[in-house]
């Protein structure tokens, strides 16, 4: 069994900087396509980055394409750097895997370990 654990997120100024770490465990022979998902009070969890098993593909959200980067240190750490983050990015983050595959799957069905979730809050 495959466990996720994120970690990073706080409290900052609309326009600072935060970056989330999530880091595999267990099950780890091999790399796995990952994924940055966020949910805000009452909405639905959706994606905010994802990158492939090879770091060859990795897909934006269009709300926060030039502000965010998912980098892969190794087959079991990934990143998400998140600049002049605002108000709207206020959410919990949370990082998920699925099978290595060719494209990143972007809906959250598709994503099979999830970690906690860490919180991101943005201030104005």
């Known amino acids: 069994q495959m466990q996720l654990v994120e970690s990073g997120g706080g409290l900052v100024l609309a326009g600072d900087s935060l970056r989330l770490s999530c880091t595999t465990s267990g099950r780890t022979s091999r790399a796995y396509n990952m994924a940055w998902f966020r949910q805000a009070p009452g909405k639905e969890r959706d994606i905010v980055a994802g990158i492939t098993y090879n770091s060859g593909r990795s897909y934006y959200a269009d709300s926060v394409k030039g502000r965010f980067t998912i980098s892969r240190e190794n087959s079991n750490t990934i990143y998400l750097q998140m600049n002049t983050l605002n108000p709207e990015d206020t959410a919990v983050y949370y990082c998920?895997?699925?099978?290595?595959?060719?494209?990143?799957?972007?809906?959250?069905?598709?994503?099979?370990?999830w970690g906690q979730g860490t919180l991101v809050t943005v201030s104005s």
């Open positions: 998920a895997a699925t099978a290595p595959r060719f494209a990143v799957a972007t809906r959250s069905n598709e994503y099979a370990a």
